[in-house]
């Protein structure tokens, strides 16, 4: 897998992107794992990962790996 991390500005706002990708097996229905709740350990995190962050979107399907990017806006630029 690869994690990307870097800096987002967006209008007046500053943030911190994470971009996480695998080329494993992938899943249908990547949004159930956003439940909390969910039982077992494939996607585990993401119900916690989503409570800690300002957006998250995940990108899945069976067979073409998983991508989760999530941000996290840290402070209003003031000019």
Do not use: Y
């Amino acid at each position: 897998g690869e994690i990307q991390i870097g800096q987002v500005v967006e209008g007046d706002r500053r943030g911190l992107r994470i971009i996480v990708s695998d080329k494993g097996k992938g899943f249908e229905h990547p949004e159930r794992f956003l439940e909390e709740g969910e039982q077992g350990t494939l996607g585990a995190g993401l119900a916690g990962a989503r409570r800690l962050m300002d957006q998250l979107h995940i990108q899945s399907a069976s067979g073409t790996g998983t991508t989760v990017t999530m941000e996290v806006w840290t402070q209003e630029v003031t000019t």
